[in-house]
C-alpha cells in the first residue's frame, strides 16, 4: 500500500531536549515537505527536499533541521524545542508533474 | 508572499448541495487541489484541476476555476454527514517549485 508514515503519533516533551520525528515514502517520490497545522492558520511549509541531499527552507523554519540522506526518508530535527512549536506537524511526499501532497498521518507535540 | 484565502465555516443540511470557496493571488499557480481532512486524521487529496482548465466533475464534486479572478470552487452535491470535515484549497506556481500554498481551511459541518 502506498503510504507516508511518521513516527511518533504523539509527543510530549519538556523545553531543549531534542527531538527527531521520522517520515519514510514508499512510493519512490523525489519531493518531501514538513508542515505544521496550527488553528486559523491552515498548514505553514518548515522545509521541503527535492531529492536526496537536496533540501530548502519553507515559510517557517526557525527552529528546526531536515536531512535527506535516502530518498524515502525525511526526519525533523529539533534541536532545543520551545512551547511555541508545539504543534500539529504532516509529513508529505510528491512526484513531478502534478505536485499533489500524499500526508503521513501527522504528529501532534507538546513541548512544555 | 502568495496568499490562498478561505471562508472559515460552512453549515448545509443533509441532501444539500455545499460550496466552498476559495480566492489566491499568484496568477502563475499551475495547479489547484482540493484536500478533506477528518477529525484526527491526515490530509486526503480530493481533487486537483490544472490551470487551463474551466471545470472538473468527479461524481459528487465539481471544480470550477475562474482563472481571470483567480477564483476557486468546490460544489459537493447532495452532501452528507460523513462530508463533515476541513477543507483546504491549495495552490502550486512554477515560480514556487515544489511548494504548495494551502488556504486557512473551510469547516463544513453537515445537519441531518
Known amino acids: 500500500e502506498a503510504q507516508v508514515t511518521q513516527n511518533p503519533r504523539y509527543l510530549i516533551t519538556v523545553t531543549g531536549k531534542k527531538l527527531t520525528v521520522t517520515c519514510s515514502q514508499n512510493m519512490n517520490h523525489e519531493y518531501m515537505s514538513w508542515y505544521r497545522q496550527d488553528p486559523g492558520l491552515g498548514l505553514r511549509q518548515i522545509y521541503y527536499?527535492?531529492?536526496?541531499?537536496?533540501?530548502d527552507k519553507g515559510d517557517v523554519p526557525e527552529g528546526y533541521k531536515v536531512s535527506r540522506k535516502e530518498k524515502r526518508n525525511f526526519p525533523l530535527i529539533l534541536e532545543s524545542p520551545s512551547p511555541n512549536q508545539t504543534s500539529l506537524y504532516f509529513c508529505a511526499s510528491s512526484q513531478a508533474p502534478r505536485y499533489e501532497q500524499y500526508f503521513g498521518p501527522g504528529t501532534r507535540l507538546t513541548v512544555t | 508572499g502568495e496568499d490562498v484565502e478561505q471562508s472559515l465555516f460552512l453549515s448545509v443540511r443533509e441532501g444539500d448541495s455545499s460550496v466552498i470557496n476559495c480566492t489566491y493571488t499568484d496568477s502563475s499557480s499551475t495547479y489547484l487541489y482540493w484536500y478533506k481532512q477528518e477529525p484526527g486524521a491526515g490530509l486526503q487529496l480530493l481533487t486537483y484541476i490544472f490551470s487551463n482548465m474551466d471545470m472538473k466533475q468527479d461524481q459528487r464534486l465539481t471544480v470550477l476555476l475562474n482563472k481571470k479572478d483567480k477564483h476557486l470552487s468546490l460544489r459537493i452535491a447532495d452532501t452528507q454527514t460523513g462530508d463533515s470535515a476541513i477543507y483546504f484549497c491549495a495552490e502550486r506556481s512554477d515560480n514556487a517549485g515544489n511548494m504548495l500554498t494551502f488556504g486557512g481551511g473551510t469547516r463544513l459541518m453537515v445537519k441531518p
Open positions: 527536499s527535492m531529492n536526496v541531499e537536496v533540501t
